[in-house]
């Protein structure tokens, strides 16, 4: 509750002047109801500041009741309802604000945290997509960069990574403080969301909507990191339920059965999915159960394969290294046991960037200096993130533009990226 409040008190709530009505016919009670003046919306707010909520909301109903489509009535009357708890009202007034207001891509991106507040994660994506697309048409910049925040945000929380990862490159272009985006950008690259936090928002989510299939798949690869697996399989098999061919639900029974050496159920998921192959996590799965199987040429080659989606894997390089050792061939085995060690160091050192950078209070945060940009710039490109090591680099010249070392890098990894491009 206290997040909305704070969002709705954000907004200018500042109506304009009650205008008189007339109307005729109807009997003297009638009569009296529409010739009284309408409720005066500055003295309406005065009630809400003052925690008045009853007084406001029969005041703000009145003048609904005669002004059903006051766009800022309604605003108001969303206000009240949040101020009361009544979280569903809040965003039922809200979506009633016309199409062609001033005010209606604020109200869909209150709209949306009214909904997520209300744990409805659905309700609350819709809406603020909605809500960009009706601040595209006023091109309020402001309105664009805050329904594209709220959406990265829920996104994160789902680890829908490469839906949020798009969003967050659209956000950077003119971005006043840009730095932001780029520790966000390196915060899905480690995956630095605690589980413990996030688990009880989602199963609030499933508990007031079980066919969130997102919200489950999100809550379920979290209790994958604390090896909760019989909660792990419940949530994958409901997933697949809802839809067969959905990738990462596919890859949850895998790494069910994986843990679990069900080896023919695991069988029958690869056999039945062919999609299976794009993902680098499945590849490994898949991997490894070839190795189980006996068949070490063809767990080799799925290692392979994987390390040709994502040659900087960590993961994928110590797994094959393990292999080739297992198969006697120590000098390719240590080649790709060193190269993961390397790997896992850079990460590491973002891992250590973000623990102690990130704070609960993300207006304490304070730019990261430009050297620091360059040594962040430095362990991307090591990881294989060149794009997002040119943008940290940029940042460094954005703070300080004659910093020698971050020019030269750049001018090297513009160059590098130009060569190696198809």
Known sequence: MTTLRRAFSRTQWTAASALAVAMLG????????????LPDLA???????NGEWPAADQAVQRHLARRPTDARALFMAARIAAGMNDLPRCAALLDRVPADSSLKAESLVRQGQ???EWRDARGAE??????LVAAAKTKDRSLVLAARAELVSLLMLERRDAEARDLLWQMLPGHTEPWRVLVTLIRLEIKSTNPAKVIPILEEVLSRDPADTQARLGLASYLVELVR??????????????DPVEPRGL?????????????????AVIGASPSLLTSVVCLRLIASRSESAGKAHEAEASFRKALEMDPFDPVTHYQLGQLLLRRGRRDAAQEHVV????????????????????TENPEEWLPPAPDECVSLATDLESLGRLELAQAWLQESLRQQPDFT???????????STVETAP
Do not use: N
Request: net charge positive; proline share 1%; with cysteine.
């Open 405 to 415: 070392a971050a020019k030269e890098h750049l001018g090297r990894l513009t160059q």
């Open 26 to 37: 109807g009997g003297a009670w009638l009569a009296g109801r529409m010739w009284a003046p």
């Open 126 to 131: 819709q809406a603020w997509r909605r809500s």
């Open 251 to 267: 890859q949850l029974l895998l790494q069910y059965y994986q843990s679990r050496q069900q080896w023919d159920e695991m069988d």
């Open 339 to 358: 190269q993961s060690q390397r790997l896992r160091t850079h990460q590491d050192r973002l891992q250590r960037f973000v623990s102690q950078y990130v």
């Open 43 to 49: 003295k309406i707010r005065l009630l809400a500041d």
């Open 114 to 116: 009214a909904l997520w």
């Open 229 to 242: 697996w019989d909660d792990v399989l419940r949530h994958a098999e409901a997933c697949v339920e809802q």
